[in-house]
C-alpha cells in the first residue's frame, strides 16, 4: 500500500509540474491562467509534502509538514473558489469586493493553521502517519467547507446563467467532473480522515482528486472555442478502462505467477514473460479495437454522416448543363444540412451589384426572417475582416472579434442566428453569407459540427466562386482567347511581394513565359509564428490551368485555422480538385510551413520538385522530399509530411520545372547546380540580393533562346 501512495503522489506532482508550465509558457497572458498555474505549483507542493510524510515518518520536523499540508490543501479549496468566480475569462467576472471578502476566512487561517496547536496538535508514526487534531479543528472545517461549498454554487450559477448558451453546456459538463473531484476530497480528507478516523486512506484519495481536478480544468482552460468535454470525458474513460485492462492482469500475473508450480518446477521469469507479451498482443489486436469502437460509436456515426454528406456534394462535379447545376447545387449543399445535421434554418444570401446588398436567395426553415443585409451591415464588415466561420459562441471566446460583440449579439438574438459562413470570390470580395439557425433538437452546436462546417466552407466557396466567375463571363458574352484568360487570372494570383513573418525572409522572381498555363506559387500568414510557402505547376492547358490556379488560391486562402501541418492542406487541395466540376487535370504541388516558435520547417511534397535546402553549419545541401502524387488524381490519397529543424542562416529554395527545362542556344539545360553556387558563395546575402543573382545569372545563361515555359522561384532564410 505503501507503494500505491508514493506512485500517486509522485504522479500528483508530476500532473501538477505539468499544468503549472503548460499555463505560464503558453497561456501567461490571461488571469485564469496565471491564477490556475498558482493552483497547479501549490498543488505540486501539496503532495510533495504527502510525499515527504510517507518517506520520512521519522522526521523532526513531520509536525512543520503536516501544517503547511493542512494549509495548502485549504488554499488550494479557496483559489479555486476564486478561479470559478474569474471564469471563464470573457464573461464578466465576480466583483472585486466579493472575491475579496471570499478570500479573508482563508487568509486568516493560514498563519493560526501553520502555528496553532488549537489546529494541528500533533503528529505521530505508528505504522502509518497520524494526525492529532486540536480542540478548534471545526474552523478549519468550517473554512474549507465555506471554499467548497463557494465553488459550488459558483459553478451551478454559471451553468445556468452565462449567455454563451455553446460555452454553458461545456461548463455543465466540466462542473460534473469539478464535482466527482470535491466529492472525493470531502470523503477522503474530511469524513474518512476527521469522522471515522480511516487516517491510512486518505494518502491516496487526496492526490488522485488533484489529479483529476487538474487535468478537466487544463482542458477546460486550453481553448474556449474548442472544447468538447463529452468527447474528454469519453477518452479518459477509453485510457483509463484500457489502463486497468493492460496492469491488473499484469499485477496478478507478476504477483501469483511465480508461486504456480507444474510437476514441482515454478513458471521461470522467461515464461511469464512471454504469457505476458501474447495477453498484450492479443489485448490489442482484438480487444482495443472493440473497446475504442464501443466509446467512439457516438462520433465515428457522426464522422460517417459527414463523409456521406459530402459524397453527395461531389456529385456535382458529373454535372455540366448550368441550368441543372445551381438547383442541384443548393440541394446538395443548402438542403441536405436539415436532414444531416438536424440543422433548422438556412438562408443563403448572394450579393447584387446593383444595389451593393447582400439578397435572400435560396433556404429552407424558419425563424431567420431577413431579406436582406446591406454591404456596410456590421455582419457584413466583420466577416470581411475575419473571412472565416463566424459561430455564435466565437463572439465571446474570440477576443479579436470583441469589437462587434455588443453590436451583433443583438442581431444574432433577434433572428436566431447560431452561425454565420461567409464565402469570398477571387478577389476576396464578400459575394455570399449563409446564416444557420438553431439546431431542430434546441442543442448548441457542437464542436465537431463546427469543425465540418468550416470544411463545407472551403468547398462551397471554391464552386460558388468558380461557378459564379464562369457564369459572369458567359454572361457578358465575351468572347476572349485562353492565353488572355490565363494571363488575367496569373496577375491576379501571382503574388507581387511574398507575405512575411518575424524570423523568416523570402524573395521570389517570376518569368511569365506561357500564355497558355503555367505555374502558381504564394506565401500565406497561417496564423502568427506560422508562414505556409507554396508553389505548384498548372501545365500548359488553357482554361483548365486557370481553374486549377484558382481553385489552389482559394483552398490556400481559405484554409481553416486548424489546418496547420501542410499534408493536411495539400488534402483538402486534392480533394477539392478531385472533385471539381469545371476541370478533370491535376498539378503537382509543394507546401511547407516555417514555425518562427518552434525553428522548425514542416514539408510536403505532391510530386513537385523537392525543396532545396542549404545547412549553413556543414555548408551542404539536402533535397528535402516526401512521397505523393499530384493533387487531383486520387481524392482519397493520403500525404504525409516531415520535419526538419532550421537553424539560422539556413537557405531554402524552390523552384519549378520551367527552370530547368530552360535551354541555351548551345541546347544545353540550366542546372540547380549553379543556383547551388551562388548560394554557397554568397550565403550571408539577403534573399532579395541572392535571388537578383540567380535571375541575372539564368538571364546570361538562356540569353538568345526562347522560353516556352513558366519559370519559377522561390528563395528563403532563416534568420
Not at 270 to 297: D, E, H
Not at 589 to 617: C, G, V, W
Request: hydrophobic share 45%; with cysteine.
Amino acid at each position: 500500500m505503501l507503494y500505491f501512495k508514493i506512485v500517486f503522489c509522485a504522479f500528483g506532482i508530476i500532473t501538477a509540474l505539468y499544468v503549472f508550465s503548460n499555463n505560464i509558457v503558453r497561456r501567461f497572458g490571461f488571469a485564469v491562467n496565471r491564477l490556475f498555474a498558482a493552483i497547479a505549483f501549490i498543488t505540486a507542493l501539496m503532495n510533495a509534502s504527502l510525499l515527504y510524510q510517507l518517506l520520512y515518518p521519522d522526521s523532526p520536523h513531520l509536525l512543520e509538514s503536516v501544517r503547511v499540508y493542512f494549509v495548502m490543501v485549504s488554499l488550494i479549496n479557496q483559489l479555486f473558489f476564486h478561479y470559478t468566480q474569474i471564469f471563464p475569462r470573457w464573461e464578466k467576472r465576480s466583483p472585486g469586493w466579493t472575491i475579496f471578502l471570499s478570500a479573508l476566512p482563508g487568509i486568516a487561517l493560514i498563519p493560526v493553521a501553520l502555528t496553532w496547536d488549537g489546529i494541528i496538535a500533533g503528529v505521530r508514526f505508528d505504522g502509518v502517519v497520524l494526525y492529532e487534531f486540536g480542540p478548534f479543528f471545526w474552523v478549519y472545517l468550517a473554512v474549507f467547507g465555506f471554499n467548497i461549498l463557494g465553488t459550488f454554487f459558483t459553478n451551478q450559477y454559471k451553468t445556468r446563467v452565462l449567455e454563451n448558451d455553446s460555452f454553458r453546456k461545456q461548463l455543465f459538463y466540466r462542473s460534473i467532473g469539478d464535482h466527482v473531484g470535491a466529492l472525493l476530497i470531502v470523503i477522503t480528507f474530511v469524513v474518512m480522515l476527521y469522522f471515522l478516523n480511516m487516517q491510512e486512506q486518505h494518502m491516496m484519495g487526496i492526490p488522485l482528486a488533484s489529479i483529476i481536478l487538474l487535468i478537466i480544468n487544463n482542458y477546460a482552460i486550453s481553448d474556449d472555442r474548442l472544447i468538447d468535454f463529452k468527447k474528454f470525458y469519453s477518452r479518459a474513460a477509453y485510457w483509463v478502462v484500457v489502463f486497468f485492462c493492460l496492469v491488473i492482469p499484469a499485477i496478478l500475473v507478476l504477483y501469483y505467477g511465480g508461486q504456480i508450480a507444474f510437476g514441482g518446477q515454478k513458471i521461470p521469469v522467461a515464461g511469464l514473460t512471454i504469457l505476458l507479451f501474447v495477453y498484450f498482443f492479443s489485448f490489442f489486436r482484438f480487444v482495443a479495437p472493440s473497446i475504442t469502437a464501443l466509446f467512439r460509436r457516438r462520433y465515428l456515426g457522426f464522422e460517417r454522416n459527414v463523409n456521406e454528406f459530402f459524397q453527395g456534394i461531389t456529385t456535382l462535379s458529373d454535372l455540366k448543363d448550368p441550368g441543372e447545376f445551381w438547383d442541384s447545387f443548393f440541394n446538395n449543399t443548402i438542403d441536405a444540412l436539415g436532414p444531416r445535421f438536424l440543422i433548422g434554418t438556412a438562408s443563403l444570401y448572394m450579393l447584387r451589384e446593383n444595389d451593393g446588398a447582400y439578397h435572400f436567395k435560396y433556404g429552407f426553415g424558419e425563424g431567420i426572417d431577413i431579406r436582406s443585409i446591406e454591404e456596410n451591415h456590421d455582419l457584413a464588415s466583420c466577416l470581411r475582416r475575419f473571412p472565416g466561420l463566424l459561430d455564435h459562441s466565437m463572439l465571446f471566446t474570440d477576443f479579436s472579434r470583441e469589437e462587434y460583440r455588443e453590436r451583433l449579439m443583438p442581431f444574432f438574438r433577434e433572428h436566431r442566428i447560431k452561425v454565420a459562413l461567409p464565402f469570398l470570390n477571387h478577389e476576396k470580395r464578400l459575394i455570399a453569407i449563409l446564416l444557420l439557425g438553431e439546431l431542430s433538437d434546441g442543442r448548441p452546436y457542437p464542436v465537431d459540427l463546427i469543425s465540418a462546417l468550416d470544411l463545407y466552407r472551403i468547398h462551397f466557396e471554391v464552386t460558388l466562386a468558380n461557378s459564379i466567375y464562369l457564369d459572369e463571363i458567359k454572361a457578358s458574352q465575351v468572347s476572349e482567347h485562353d492565353r488572355m484568360l490565363v494571363g488575367n487570372v496569373k496577375k491576379k494570383i501571382i503574388p507581387s511581394k511574398m507575405e512575411q513573418i518575424e524570423g523568416i525572409r523570402i524573395s521570389s522572381f517570376y518569368l511569365n513565359n506561357s500564355e497558355y498555363g503555367g505555374d502558381y506559387f504564394d506565401s500565406v500568414v497561417v496564423r502568427p509564428g506560422l508562414l505556409g510557402i507554396f508553389i505548384a505547376d498548372t501545365s500548359d492547358a488553357g482554361v483548365d490551368s486557370v481553374v486549377l490556379a484558382l481553385e489552389l488560391f482559394t483552398v490556400l486562402h481559405t484554409q481553416p485555422v486548424t489546418y496547420e501541418s501542410p499534408e493536411k492542406l495539400l488534402s483538402i487541395m486534392n480533394w477539392v480538385i478531385a472533385s471539381s466540376r469545371f476541370s478533370d487535370h491535376y498539378t503537382p504541388a509543394f507546401y511547407a510551413i516555417y514555425s518562427s516558435t518552434s525553428r522548425a520547417l514542416t514539408y510536403s511534397n505532391a510530386a513537385m520538385r523537392p525543396l532545396i535546402f542549404f545547412d549553413p553549419a556543414r555548408e551542404s545541401f539536402t533535397d528535402l522530399d516526401t512521397k505523393g502524387i499530384p493533387v487531383g488524381i486520387d481524392k482519397n490519397f493520403t500525404y504525409e509530411a516531415r520535419t526538419v529543424p532550421v537553424i539560422p542562416g539556413s537557405i531554402g529554395i524552390l523552384h519549378s520545372d520551367g527552370l530547368e527545362a530552360a535551354l541555351n542556344t548551345s541546347g544545353s539545360a540550366y542546372s540547380t547546380g549553379r543556383i547551388k553556387d551562388i548560394i554557397r558563395l554568397n550565403r550571408g546575402d539577403t534573399p532579395a540580393v541572392l535571388v537578383r543573382k540567380i535571375y541575372d545569372d539564368f538571364r546570361s545563361f538562356t540569353r538568345g533562346s526562347t522560353l516556352s515555359n513558366d519559370v519559377s522561384l522561390i528563395v528563403f532564410r532563416c534568420d
